[in-house]
């Protein structure tokens, strides 16, 4: 699945930094136990704000962890989770800081992610689960992440579909790209197609490219 913490985009970051995923934290946890978490260690809250005051999707808090390290909390309202994610100019005092917030704070786990997409019943649940697991997607190839949402987005019903493309933007793999264009261009939907094309658009912009 390729190294945990790499140059990735954190939301709102710069492109220079190193990366965590986005890990997604449970449902009854938000900023009062990430702020809890970092003040027991003495981190500042450097700043906050809606990246998009247009659109306010989302909501990002910004605490420094120390020189060249930060961990930042976001409020999706798009994807309808919060998560945090770790940056660093430095990947091996990424890796430190990643392993703290993993003990201490309480996220879904990659298996979490997977078992609740296989055992959700219903449709409305399922696309939830699918989004869920993209926005807390590894970095790098995971076949495992990839063959669900491929399967999402072939689903009988719309709602999944619908959802499983939010989720093939979250997760930006490579590999979803003959998916996507299967639903850009034949998804008896029209408007699941628009949306198809969009994300085929976003991920051109990305560099988000088969090898």
């Not at 990735?8 to 009854?28: A, H, P």
């Not at 091996?92 to 990643?98: D, F, G, I, M, S």
Request: proline share 4%.
């Amino acid at each position: 699945m390729g190294n945990p913490n790499r140059r990735v985009r954190v939301v709102g970051g710069g492109s220079s930094e190193f990366g965590s995923r986005r890990r997604v934290l449970k449902e009854s946890k938000g900023e009062a136990e990430v702020a809890a978490f970092c003040s027991a260690h003495d981190w500042p809250r450097a700043r906050e704000g809606w990246l998009d005051p247009d659109t306010k999707w989302e909501y990002k808090i910004t605490w420094s962890c120390g020189p060249a390290v930060q961990l930042h909390y976001v409020e999706d309202g798009l994807a309808g989770c919060r998560y945090v994610q770790t940056s660093s100019t430095n990947s091996a005092l990424l890796a430190t800081y990643v392993e703290m917030a993993d003990e201490e704070l309480s996220f879904w786990s990659r298996g979490e992610l997977l078992r609740d997409v296989d055992d959700s019943a219903d449709p409305l649940s399922k696309g939830r689960g699918l989004i869920r697991m993209g926005v807390g997607a590894p970095i790098g190839e995971d076949p495992e992440v990839i063959t669900r949402i491929q399967c999402g987005l072939r689903n009988s019903a719309r709602e999944v579909r619908d959802m499983s493309i939010l989720a093939a933007f979250y997760a930006k793999y490579p590999q979803l790209r003959t998916t996507l264009r299967e639903v850009a261009e034949e998804d008896q939907d029209g408007e699941l197609r628009l949306r198809a094309r969009a994300i085929l658009e976003a991920y051109d912009t990305l560099g988000v490219r088969q090898p």
